[in-house]
């Protein structure tokens, strides 16, 4: 497929052929975004839209004729008790591991980002928990939350530091600490990946002149690093914080949202109330509440990168 | 010693999970359950649990499956992200800034907002039940970021190389096809590397849209197949949470720096 030559003018009577249609930019890209567009409408775009007509109707296993409801099951949602424990597990979820996974993640950037032998291998393995697929890492977490059989436990137990175990999975806020923990160890590789490439873009220079001026590392860190690393910590943040909102297998895995929905995420939430109750439309507004949130990250995140861009 | 020590520690932390999944999985039944040896150890090492995996489970055909999944959804994805890729970064075209902003926002929809419509889709599609409802449905996942990823690396490419081909008369798709693809091929590895991964591990989708055993994926085949009732049968149940990790961790231990590259470089560049 090719013209001869480049920008040949198309004078009337004369039909252009594809080549040289396909040279027009505007044309072309349209061709070449098309098979990306189809499969995000069609997957994306179309379910969206079906999703706000689910919301609002009232489809589950045992309607036959589905009608519409308006904005009941958000509504329904709101009053009911498991949807506001939902809300808060999400809350106090997202908002330990992201702050423990970016000060873990910072730390150990820090350590990565200095000269050590095996350096290669060592940052191969820390990326372990994150490419692994999260539900078989779950398995291997259930197991060492067993009730009976925990590891941890065998060493609580067998030091000495207390007669009985932990109930890991089996009471609410010690669920709620186990998927914490579970979601920390997956977590923090990306974010001292991630943060590591940033440090590895600050300028020596920078921070041996600030050295030679008498800044300490202390001060070198707080005054040049973390200002230089500032985008790219913005940016890992608000990932994180979209991705541990929607989470989904570890709490599956572990607690199934369980004991007593104390670890209910949305996700998990509204799987159980579409797919085992069967209450779908209900399901679909669950899911829809995560919504509202996803837009303030993804506004903050454009905002942002149009203005570090101009 | 304040360099080696924290490395290690963490280093320790990080990796128990696996020793911890692989000492399970050789473990037997008996030792399995016996509170007062050392579990930290394996005294009568057994491959009963891989043996029992194999043969008397559906593994090899969940590996199958998701090995027949990731492959073709990687490649649709790969083939729509180097198309619109290029075209985002080099052609200049009414509606580029919305088009590249729509793909970015897909990149942060996660599944679990839509996973329940499109559930309803996949059955008004027919596809419910079948590999092609995972293939068709796991791009969405992997175009927005193939494409974000391909576009810095297309904008990485000098021009001029591509104008010189078109002012020989080359045509756009031959310079691209030609000049550029061969250029972005690094670019290109990242994101089949990150596709592939992303889909060997998705979990919600396939867990929604199958239910018959020969249909499962990896992932959810073991979580949803190796407990029967509340019987737990740790001992397969690690040799096919380790046995189904392999692929994605070999895959990755010989493309680190494309992982690496593909990872960072959204945050990096910004």
Redesign the interface.
């Given at each position: 497929m090719r013209a001869e030559t480049h920008e040949r003018p198309v004078t009337a009577g004369q039909l252009p052929t594809i080549g040289e249609l396909l040279d027009r930019q505007g044309l072309l890209a349209y061709v070449l975004l098309s098979p990306a567009l189809l499969i995000l409408i069609a997957f994306i775009g179309w379910p969206f839209i079906t999703s706000l007509w689910l919301a609002m109707t009232d489809q589950s296993v045992s309607t036959s004729v589905v009608r519409f409801v308006g904005l009941n099951n958000f509504t329904d949602a709101l009053k009911s008790q498991i949807f506001q424990q939902t809300v808060r597990n999400t809350f106090v979820y997202t908002g330990v591991t992201v702050v423990f996974k970016l000060v873990f993640g910072v730390g150990l950037a820090v350590l990565m980002n200095q000269s050590f032998r095996l350096k290669n291998i060592a940052r191969a393995a820390l990326l372990l928990p994150w490419i692994v697929p999260t539900a078989l890492s779950a398995i291997a977490w259930l197991w060492l939350f067993d009730g009976t059989f925990s590891v941890f436990n065998w060493v609580i137990v067998r030091s000495g530091i207390a007669d009985r175990g932990i109930n890991w999975l089996g009471e609410g806020t010690w669920a709620m600490a186990a998927i914490i923990i579970a979601n920390i160890w997956r977590g923090t590789p990306f974010f001292a990946i991630s943060i590591l490439a940033g440090l590895q873009t600050v300028d020596r220079e920078l921070l041996d002149a600030a050295a030679v001026d008498g800044a300490s590392p202390w001060q070198r860190f707080w005054r040049i690093t973390i200002p230089l690393i500032r985008p790219v910590l913005l940016i890992v943040l608000l990932f994180s914080t979209v991705w541990t909102i929607s989470d989904f297998q570890l709490v599956y895995v572990l607690t199934r949202g369980g004991p007593a929905n104390s670890t209910h995420l949305f996700g998990t939430l509204a799987y159980d109330v579409a797919v085992r109750a069967g209450q779908l439309s209900q399901g679909a507004a669950i899911s829809l509440y995560m919504f509202p949130v996803l837009i303030v990250c993804v506004v903050a995140l454009l905002v942002y990168l149009r203005r570090s861009s101009t | 010693m304040t360099?080696?020590l924290?490395?290690s520690l963490?280093?320790i932390?990080?990796?128990f999970?696996?020793y911890?999944?692989f000492i399970?999985s050789v473990k037997t039944n008996s030792e399995?359950?016996d509170?007062n040896g050392l579990?930290?150890w394996v005294f009568q090492p057994t491959l009963d649990h891989y043996k029992y995996l194999l043969a008397e489970t559906g593994f090899l055909r969940w590996t199958l499956n998701t090995l027949t999944i990731s492959v073709v959804a990687t490649a649709?994805s790969l083939?729509?992200?180097v198309?619109?890729g290029?075209?985002?970064a080099r052609?200049?075209?009414?509606g580029?800034g919305a088009?590249g902003?729509?793909?970015?926002?897909?990149y942060?929809?996660?599944?679990?907002?839509?996973?329940?419509?499109?559930l309803?889709?996949v059955r008004q599609l027919g596809l419910s039940n079948s590999l092609w409802s995972m293939i068709?449905?796991y791009?969405?996942i992997l175009?927005?970021f193939g494409?974000w990823l391909l576009m810095g690396y297309f904008r990485s490419i000098p021009r001029e190389l591509e104008e010189a081909a078109?002012?020989d008369?080359?045509?756009?798709?031959?310079a691209m096809t030609q000049i550029v693809l061969p250029l972005a091929l690094p670019g290109i590895l990242s994101a089949a590397i990150f596709a592939f991964?992303l889909s060997?591990?998705e979990?919600?989708y396939a867990?929604?849209f199958t239910n018959s055993t020969d249909i499962k994926t990896?992932?959810?085949g073991?979580?949803t197949e190796l407990v029967k009732g509340d019987v737990?049968f740790?001992g397969s149940?690690?040799a096919?949470?380790?046995l189904?990790?392999v692929p994605?961790?070999l895959i990755?231990?010989f493309f680190?720096e494309n992982?690496?590259g593909g990872?960072?470089a959204?945050?990096?560049k910004?």
């Open positions: - | 360099l080696y924290p490395l963490t280093s932390l990080l990796l999970p696996f911890w999944m399970t399995l359950i509170l579990p930290f649709i083939v729509c992200s198309l619109a290029y075209a985002l052609l200049r075209f009414r580029a088009i902003a729509a793909i970015f926002i897909t942060l929809v996660p599944q679990t907002l839509l996973f329940l419509p499109l309803e889709v068709l449905t791009p969405t175009i927005p494409t078109l002012i008369g080359a045509s756009r798709l031959r991964t060997w591990n979990f919600i867990l929604v990896i992932p959810v073991v979580v737990y740790w149940l690690m096919g949470a380790l189904g990790s994605v961790a990755y231990s680190v992982y690496v990872l960072t959204g945050a990096v910004g």
